[in-house]
């Protein structure tokens, strides 16, 4: 913005190794543990009783039918049931001990998970729970039990720091930090049995919350999984921003930025959105999903500035809160990314980190700007004036650098402001896409609905084709001359609509390079239109946007149902 936006551009070769998308890269070592199924994840035998694995033993008990002899406390009650049901567990010759792990009580019956130790070392994934109702009877069982644990001595050949440096080599993540302190555990999936150091491990530029399982002695990883699981939550946010939501003007009914204080004007233009797919993990909510996540790297940092983490997955909270700006950054990255990829089926993903569009809600010094940054795919969202972390115009104008620069694999342009041009178009045909604004209004043309267009800054406009021409009138730096290509291909928005036309530009500029002008963006739009299958009408649409209502003097692709020998168009 100029307030210029910046796309930060690294001088460094992108090594793509399998990143891009939202799966990990693994190492050799740990592919072949990948797909290992769940312990007692197939059933030999399922019978009105329960599940029964290959060797006979019980792994989960529909009608245990037993009843306790002497009522007692659910954790004595469901003991009595361990014991005597042990040889059905296939745990009677077990050199392993019960310990209680946690008891639930819900009124009509009690949950006793037990867990099995060796020498007071647990057993790893050995969880038994025993459902018993006050009277004794026990209404369900589920056991993980493990059946087959050698008494191994308990004392680890290595530390849990030496083995660590060991194993996050092998797995791909030597930068990882613990999420939790490593845990001393007995290994029994497989014999023979081990001793392991388990850890739990996060890497901020790889997606999800990763549990190695590493031998205590050799230091080789024996198993692994993902800790992190995927909810929905809630959150308040402005979509997509609180001045188009009103049809109002800067400054009308409370609607003022005021030092990002409340106001009941503003206050009522929240909506209450779903935060799709967001982490549960550690006791708390994050915002990070397969399509967006929130990081804090950038000053100001910590604090009221790092990314909401509460123990509830209700993210909402009024705008003079500063954990309001990264559920609205998440909720508008999230839903344009899978708009992008899911509704269009065109993939546009980071080129260099997997896991979600980075982004810092609270960054670049508190300044009065944003950015995109090519060498990290991060995005970073200043706080001057208007935050602009509040604005979707802001924050889908960055998130449209990076799809120029995803899409052309590290090739984005700024000649002629291409990649201006390219964040203004996508931040405009989502904001009219709302439906808020129409051709009549002033603010169906402009950029920055929120942010810009008061005391702060000007913003930008999309009808800066008229008055204007190509090549030699399209303005001073890169920001006036992206406003052209904005309005250009909004124009075609206009004739083909949103999905169309969103779907051709992302298909041309992939086809583009890093020095890609204005004109060379333009044909390879319309060059792509065609051969993804458009109608006649929809080229001849391209056409006239490009070549008379701006001039990029395209040439327009000839299709076999649109040009006659004569010349005509087939009716």
């Not at 040439?555 to 168009?569: R, Y």
Request: proline letters at 5%; a negative charge; glycine letters at 10%.
């Amino acid at each position: 913005m100029s307030k210029p936006s910046i796309i930060l551009l690294a001088a460094i070769t992108i090594a793509l190794g399998g990143l891009c998308g939202s799966a990990l890269a693994l190492q050799p070592v740990a592919q072949s543990l990948q797909n290992k199924p769940a312990f007692n994840a197939t059933a030999a035998l399922e019978t009105a009783e329960g599940r029964f694995a290959a060797d006979g033993r019980a792994t989960t008990l529909y009608q245990p039918g037993f009843r306790a002899r002497v009522r007692g406390s659910a954790e004595a009650m469901a003991r009595e049931f361990m014991a005597e049901r042990a040889a059905q567990l296939g745990i009677a010759s077990s050199p392993a001990t019960l310990t209680t792990a946690h008891q639930r009580n819900d009124g009509g019956f009690s949950v006793v998970r037990f867990q099995q130790a060796l020498d007071g070392v647990p057993v790893y994934g050995s969880d038994i729970a025993v459902s018993v109702k006050p009277d004794g009877e026990v209404i369900f069982v589920s056991s993980e039990a493990r059946p087959s644990i050698d008494a191994i001595p308990v004392q680890p050949a290595r530390t849990a720091d030496d083995v660590r440096k060991q194993v996050v080599q092998a797995f791909g993540m030597p930068a990882a930090s613990d999420v939790l302190a490593p845990k001393l555990m007995v290994y029994a999936d497989a014999q023979p049995t081990r001793l392991a150091w388990v850890y739990v491990i996060r890497d901020a530029q790889k997606a999800g919350e990763w549990e190695l399982v590493a031998d205590a002695g050799t230091g080789e990883l024996i198993d692994f999984r993902n800790t992190e699981y995927y909810v929905d939550g809630t959150a308040t946010v402005f979509d997509p921003d609180p001045l188009t939501t009103a049809r109002a003007t800067y400054g009308s009914g409370g609607l003022t930025d005021a030092s990002d204080a409340d106001s009941a004007g503003l206050t009522g233009q929240l909506i209450s959105v779903t935060l799709r797919d967001i982490t549960q993990s550690a006791g708390v909510y994050r915002l990070e999903g397969p399509w967006a996540r929130c990081q804090d790297w950038a000053a100001p940092s910590g604090g009221v500035n790092d990314c909401p983490t509460p123990a509830t997955p209700d993210f909402s909270v009024t705008r003079a809160n500063q954990k309001f700006e990264g559920p609205n950054v998440y909720h508008l990255i999230d839903k344009q990314m899978r708009y992008l990829n899911q509704t269009l089926g065109v993939t546009v993903v980071p080129n260099t980190v997997a896991g979600g569009v980075r982004f810092d809600p609270h960054g670049f010094n508190g300044d009065d700007n944003s950015s995109f940054s090519s060498g990290s795919d991060q995005l970073q969202f200043g706080e001057g004036g208007v935050d602009d972390a509040e604005d979707a115009d802001v924050i889908l104008h960055e998130l449209g650098h990076g799809l120029h620069d995803w899409i052309t694999n590290g090739g984005l342009s700024q000649n002629e402001g291409l990649s201006e041009g390219v964040g203004d178009y996508f931040a405009s045909s989502y904001n009219r896409s709302t439906g808020h604004w129409t051709p009549a209004d002033p603010q169906w043309f402009w950029m920055f609905h929120w942010d810009g267009h008061n005391q702060y800054w000007g913003g930008r406009v999309t009808n800066w084709n008229i008055g204007h021409s190509y090549p030699g009138n399209i303005g001073s730096g890169i920001h006036d001359q992206g406003q052209y290509w904005a309005s250009c291909n909004m124009v075609a928005w206009v004739a083909i609509g949103r999905d169309a036309m969103d779907k051709a530009m992302l298909l041309g500029l992939a086809m583009t390079s890093g020095s890609a002008s204005q004109k060379v963006a333009a044909q390879a739009i319309i060059n792509a239109a065609a051969a993804s299958g458009y109608s006649a009408t929809q080229i001849n649409a391209l056409a006239s946007a490009y070549n008379t209502s701006c001039s990029y003097n395209v040439t327009v692709p000839a299709l076999p149902d649109l040009i006659f020998k004569h010349g005509f168009e087939n009716p």
